[in-house]
Structure formats: structure tokens, C-alpha cells
């Protein structure tokens, strides 16, 4: 649905009281006023099946929601969870800026007219040798970026998060340079499968998984799938990315998924699928290969790591 609104996703309180709530003759759930922590688990409306999708089964809500990376909000695996809470995602403006001929600049609402929202079942494979299925929720990246209007000199697109050490302050030792700061060559982020992401699971993104809006690039380890994004610039040269300028040996600007190139410290070969222990082989390019080998023809990928 294009015109969605981000007034008129019906937050998660109401729509497991909907039945009291419509008991009770208050018929307007358009135009709410709430705190910004309600919307976190407000169902979307109007999302429809991709058939970018994969069959194999979603990892569990807990698992996905659970078990995260996002530094801003400390480091162990628990911790988004329990400490972004009352991160506040609203109001959000996102800026898109840069070699562009219609710079733009949305709030919530332009961010969920961007395009019609669907549903893609993705996976997700982190550098650190686990991997979940993910039902994201949202639209191609493509279709902002057309929208702003790219010119010749637009060869990367550079991404940057929220950052706020009031409201993150775990984000000290964090151990990587904040805000966080991803990037994609321009064919990239064109690319159909790279995706802007509000929700997951029918529910507004959970403040830990990077809400209200982050990237999803599946066949890229997962710290290129930059949490909470700000601002959005088309740039002529390469961008410094967060993990690269942490450490360039370990964490390059491509982080496609290889098996057959080891992380300097670990074999990327395997990968235990959450919730549970089981390993599994891990496919090139996150097998994704049929669709996003193209980008890299004739590129050494163990050089452009
Ligand atoms: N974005 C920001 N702003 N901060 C982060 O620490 N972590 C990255 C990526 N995006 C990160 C981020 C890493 S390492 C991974 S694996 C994914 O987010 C994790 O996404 P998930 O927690 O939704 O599974």
C-alpha cells in the first residue's frame, strides 16, 4: 500500500485490545498521538509476499530479536535487547544527499510512502559465524535512490546511524569509531535485493534490529546491514566504512559472503544456524550467487574481501 502512513500503523497495545477498543466506540485509529516506545511491535498493514523470498523456514521471533549486534547499545549479543528500549525513533528524519539532483529530506511518514511495503524472507549471515532467516519487512533501496535522482559521479552510496551518547551510552566502548558508518558501490545498492527495512515479522522493526529504518544486503556478511539510519549520501569515492576503519585487515568494504576466504582469525566454511547449535555449510554469496554474482566479474574476491 503506497500511501501508508506511519500515523497508521496500529500499535501493538491496540491491536491486541482491538476488540475492547472497538467495544469501546473510539473508532479513531488514524491519527494517533503516542509515545514512540508504542510503536515498537505496531503490526504493518498492506505488506505483501515477495518473491524474492526464500523457503527455507524463519528463524524464531526470539532468536531474531534476541540475540543482536548493535553496538550503540553495548556489546554482548543481549544487551540491544535490554538497552534500546526506550531508544526514541521518533520523530526521525532521514536526509539523502550528495550527487543527486533532488536531494530529499523524509520524516517517518515520507520514509513509509517510499514505496509499497512487502515482506522478503531473507538470510542473514554475520561475520561471526551465525546465520538467521529473517522475514524483513520494507522495499527495495533502489527505489529511494531512484527517486533522488543520482548523477554520473554517483559511484558509492555511504550510509550513516543514529548516534546519541545520551541515549547510548554503551556506545563508549563500543571499541569502533561512532556513528557507524556503512557503504555500497552505486550497482549495489541498485540492486533489487538490497533492501530498506521498517519492520520485521509484520511489526514495526524492534528498536535492537535497527528501527526505524536500516539496510538488509543478504549476500554481505552482516555489519554491512547498518542499524538506524540518518543520513544517506552518493559520493564519488569509496566510503570509509565503521569495521574497516576498526580493522582493514579483517573487515573489508566488499564483505561478501565466501567460504573460500577465511577471516584472518576463523574459517567462514561453516555457520550455526540460531536458535540452535547445528552447523551448516555457508554458501557463497550467502547463495545469493545466481542473482548478485554479475556485480563482481572479473573482481579477485580474495583481494576485494
Ligand atoms: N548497525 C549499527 N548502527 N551498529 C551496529 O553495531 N552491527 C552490525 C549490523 N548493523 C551494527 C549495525 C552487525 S555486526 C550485524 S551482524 C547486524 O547489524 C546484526 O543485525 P541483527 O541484530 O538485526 O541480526
Not at 543478504?218 to 538506524?228: A, E, M, N, Q, R
Request: net charge positive.
Amino acid at each position: 500500500m503506497s500511501n501508508l502512513r506511519y500515523s497508521q500503523v496500529t500499535p501493538k497495545s491496540e491491536y491486541l485490545n482491538r476488540r475492547r477498543f472497538l467495544a469501546g466506540g473510539a473508532a479513531a485509529v488514524g491519527a494517533l498521538v503516542l509515545p514512540v516506545s508504542t510503536y515498537a511491535g505496531a503490526k504493518l498493514s498492506g505488506v505483501t509476499k515477495s518473491p524474492l523470498s526464500t523457503t527455507e523456514p524463519a528463524t524464531p521471533f526470539e532468536a531474531i530479536t534476541g540475540y543482536n549486534n548493535y553496538y550503540e547499545f553495548g556489546t554482548d549479543k543481549g544487551d540491544p535487547a535490554k538497552n534500546a528500549q526506550n531508544f526514541k525513533t521518533s520523530p526521525w528524519t532521514l536526509t539523502i544527499e550528495g550527487n543527486v539532483a533532488k536531494p530529499k529530506t523524509l520524516d517517518l511518514d515520507g520514509i513509509m510512502k517510499i514505496a509499497p511495503l512487502e515482506e522478503r524472507i531473507y538470510r542473514h549471515r554475520c561475520v561471526e559465524r551465525w546465520s538467521i532467516v529473517v522475514p524483513w519487512i520494507g522495499f527495495s533501496l533502489s527505489a529511494l535512490l531512484q527517486q533522488v535522482e543520482p548523477n554520473s559521479k554517483a559511484k558509492y552510496v555511504a550510509f550513516q546511524s543514529y548516534y546519541d551518547p545520551k541515549q547510548m551510552p554503551e556506545g563508549k566502548h563500543a571499541g569502533i569509531q561512532l556513528p557507524y558508518l556503512e557503504g555500497l558501490r552505486i550497482d549495489e545498492a541498485m540492486h533489487p535485493l538490497a533492501m530498506l527495512v521498517v519492520g520485521l515479522y509484520g511489526e514495526v522493526l524492534p528498536n535492537q534490529n535497527g528501527a526505524p529504518l536500516r539496510l538488509a544486503v543478504p549476500w554481505k556478511y552482516g555489519f554491512k546491514s547498518i542499524k538506524s539510519i540518518v543520513k544517506i549520501k552518493l559520493v564519488e569515492k569509496e566510503p570509509p566504512t565503521a569495521w574497516n576503519l576498526a580493522n582493514a585487515h579483517e573487515y573489508g568494504f566488499y564483505s561478501n559472503v565466501n567460504p573460500e576466504v577465511d577471516h584472518p582469525r576463523w574459517s567462514q566454511a561453516k555457520e550455526r544456524r540460531l536458535p540452535g547449535f547445528a552447523t551448516r555449510p555457508t554458501l557463497k554469496f550467502n547463495g545469493y550467487g545466481d542473482q548478485v554474482a554479475g556485480l563482481y566479474t572479473g573482481m579477485d574476491l580474495k583481494k576485494y574481501y
